[in-house]
T-cell receptor, first 114, second 112 residues
Framework: SAVISQKPSRDICQRGTSLTIQCQVD?????MFWYRQQPGQSLTLIAT?????????ESGFVIDKFPISRPNLTFSTLTVSNMSPEDSSIYLC???????????FGPGTRLLVL | SQKIEQNSEALNIQEGKTATLTCNYT??????LQWYRQDPGRGPVFLLL?????KEKRKERLKVTFDTTLKQSLFHITASQPADSATYLC???????????FGGGTRVLVKP
């Protein structure tokens, strides 16, 4: 299994600003993902964070809006840029270990944009 | 287009009874299907994984079935307890190592 922490746990931000969310895992993992969960909705995959290369984004998500870094096998960041109220959501980091097919999720970052 | 559908209506059930949740999918050929539990304000927690060549999987009071002909999975919670109250999500993966796609989830409320 993997233990995942995220920072911050929650934040209230002003429109037009940016927030960087950090994800730290207690062990090296092969795959890291970022999901968004809007109020009352299920999880939507934003992108796969690739170590040492650019993230792979899902349809509807772009690097300029959600830049992602993954400098090593245990850490990743997601930035929500030029925020608007529509970005208010929970952002979740998720990982897969090398031998398991299950995914583990962090506690999430609850973001409110005013 | 690909769809994963779960009953969006909350399932209210009396303690001790069996809760049965449904996950239907279209335009997928998943290698396996997973079920997760999510409590309010928390990230999803993995419960069970069932592969395409498996009909049924059990873990304690949980049972999952997988019918690739019907394109459906059923998730059962037997002898339900109030602590089982949560939202349950099904997720599909085409093959090992690929990304998971989640259904909308079904909220379960077990009344004492």
């Amino acid at each position: 299994s993997a233990v995942i922490s995220q920072k911050p746990s929650r934040d209230i931000c002003q429109r037009g600003t940016s927030l960087t969310i950090q994800c730290q895992v207690d062990s090296q993992v092969t795959m890291m993902f970022w999901y968004r969960q809007q109020p009352g909705q299920s999880l939507t995959l934003i992108a796969t964070a690739n170590q040492g290369s650019e993230a792979t984004y899902e349809s509807g998500f772009v690097i300029d809006k959600f830049p992602i870094s993954r400098p090593n096998l245990t850490f990743s960041t997601l930035t929500v840029s030029n925020m608007s109220p529509e970005d208010s959501s929970i952002y979740l980091c998720s990982v897969r270990t090398s031998v398991q097919e299950t995914q583990y999720f962090g506690p999430g970052t609850r973001l409110l944009v005013l | 287009s690909q769809k994963i559908e779960q009953n969006s209506e909350a399932l209210n059930i009396q303690e001790g009874k069996t809760a049965t949740l449904t996950c239907n999918y279209t335009n997928y050929s998943p290698a396996y299907l997973q079920w997760y539990r999510q409590d309010p304000g928390r990230g999803p927690v993995f419960l069970l994984l069932i592969r395409e060549n498996e009909k049924e999987k059990r873990k304690e009071r949980l049972k999952v079935t997988f019918d690739t002909t019907l394109k459906q999975s059923l998730f059962h919670i037997t002898a339900s307890q109030p602590a089982d109250s949560a939202t349950y999500l099904c997720a599909l993966d085409k093959a090992a190592g690929n990304k998971l796609t989640f259904g909308g989830g079904t909220r379960v409320l077990v009344k004492p």
